[in-house]
Every structure is written in structure tokens, then in C-alpha cells.
């Protein structure tokens, strides 16, 4: 049913100073910024390798300018969706009816560049919060030209997405909703024994939803946490951050063998946010 992790949404105040910040940590600008003129919100996209980044503020009235008021009211700015992208929408909306899950009808989006005339448009399913266990989701299927990564050739860029970090009180839960309703591969189901906790790794296009779940009576919900971006080289990464005055942890072993990292210390980061390099 699903056909990749599509994109990510951050939640953000001022949208100028966010996107000078991602500019200056991917290495290179956004490939879109636009306006989504019904929903009362304008945007920022950065394409990467197996997804996309979306910086998403209030602008005027709106379902969307209400969202993004409501998430940084409430949790302040930061993670606040995830987008799966549908094969087809259709066939999507069918197989939930047949799961005898309530999912609604496809509502159609619209959003128009600052820069120039054209328009991105899509098809979108909005899952409850009841089955998302609380994470803003949105299914989407896009009608017009996706947005396409632009190759960066220099090796301290970011490249990609490695993966995605939920935290969550229910991995149970967690598995029927990301395995069993979305169709997602569980390709790491591991109880961790220094935190007594439990890691989930759920994979979709070479992209990994990392699930921490840690039984807690007093949350009911599940929550987007951090992020781990991906690079070809993190010694040059590190050193070109550094030069830009972004706060960045030293370099060091990965929990995952084979693997460099290093953590943005920077608040402007607005995420707990891992440079990792697998060697």
C-alpha cells in the first residue's frame, strides 16, 4: 500500500531563520518555497535522496495555520507529521474499508511557488490520531511532478534520511499500526537491556522508522522525536559546520557498528538531531 517514507514536517516559528538554518546544515537551499493559500500556511522544502524535509509555518487562517499554532502551543516547534507516500490513493482508501478501518475521503491540495507560477497538487488520506496513536500522519498520493532530489556532488552535504525516531509507551500497538495496517517490513524487534526498553526498526525505501517504546501508564500517545541524517563523509561535514558556527558534538563510534556520528547541538536545530556515516 505504502511506497516510501515521502516527507517530514517541522513546525516552526519564523520560517526564514529555520530555512537558513537546514540551508546551512544540508549544505545547500530549498527546491521549493511556497504558500498553501486554503490551508493558511507557507512552506519550505528541502528533496533529499529518499525524501523530503517540509519547514511548515502559519500564514493567515486556516486548518493548517491552525495545526501548526496548535503543535508549537502545545509541544513548541519541532516534529510535528510524517507523510507516507500511497502507491495509490484508491487502492489505498480500499484496503483500509476492508480492514474495517474509518479513514474518510481523499481531500485535494494545492500549493502555489513564491517564485514562480507553478503549483505542486496532491490527494491526501488524514488517518485519526486515534489509529496514528497521536503522530500527525498524512497518506499522500502526488498528482503533479514530484519534487525530485537534485544530486549534490560535494561529500560533506547531507544525503539522505537514515532514519526517523518515535517514541512510544505501546510497541504492541505500535507493531498492529505500522506492520499490520500500513504493511510496513519489521526488520528489527530487540528488548534493550541497559534502558529497559524496547526497539522496533520498521523499514520503507531504504529508510528506517526507529521505534523506542518504554511502557509508561501515563501517556497514551506516541510521539516523533528525533531525526538521523545520513552523509557520504562526516569529517568534512563536521568541519563544514563548525566553520558555520553550528554547534556540533565530537565525532565518535555509533551504537551501530561500522558507523561515525555526531550530534547537532545547536537549538536553531529545533530536532535531537545524529550525523551518521556508515563505513
Known sequence: MLKSLDHLIIAVNNLSISKEFYSNLFGFPPIWEGVHKGLGTSNAIFSLENMYLELLTKEGEGVGGTFVDNH???????????????????????????????????????????????????????????????????????????????????????????????????????????????????????????????MLFFRLNKTTIELVGKLDSKNDKDKLWGLAWSVNDIEMTYNRLLNLGIKVSELRSGRKANTRVCTIESNASLVPTLIIQHI
Open 72 to 198: 508549537i502551543k502545545n509541544y513548541g516547534e519541532g516534529l510535528a507529521g510524517i507523510a507516507f507516500e500511497l502507491i495509490d490513493i484508491d487502492e489505498g482508501l480500499s484496503t483500509f474499508m476492508e480492514k474495517g478501518i474509518e479513514i474518510g475521503e481523499p481531500i485535494y491540495g494545492e500549493g502555489l511557488s513564491h517564485y514562480s507560477k507553478k503549483t505542486r497538487t496532491w490527494k491526501s488520506l488524514f488517518p485519526t490520531q486515534e489509529l496514528t496513536r497521536g503522530v500527525f500522519t498524512i497518506l499522500i498520493e502526488h498528482t503533479s511532478e514530484k519534487i525530485l532530489y537534485k544530486k549534490e556532488d560535494n561529500p560533506s552535504n547531507i544525503k539522505r534520511l537514515d532514519h526517523v525516531v518515535i517514541n512510544s509507551n505501546d510497541p504492541d500497538a505500535a507493531i498492529k499500526l505500522y506492520r499490520d495496517v500500513y504493511g510496513l517490513r519489521l526488520a528489527l524487534d530487540q528488548n534493550i537491556k541497559d534502558w529497559g526498553g524496547r
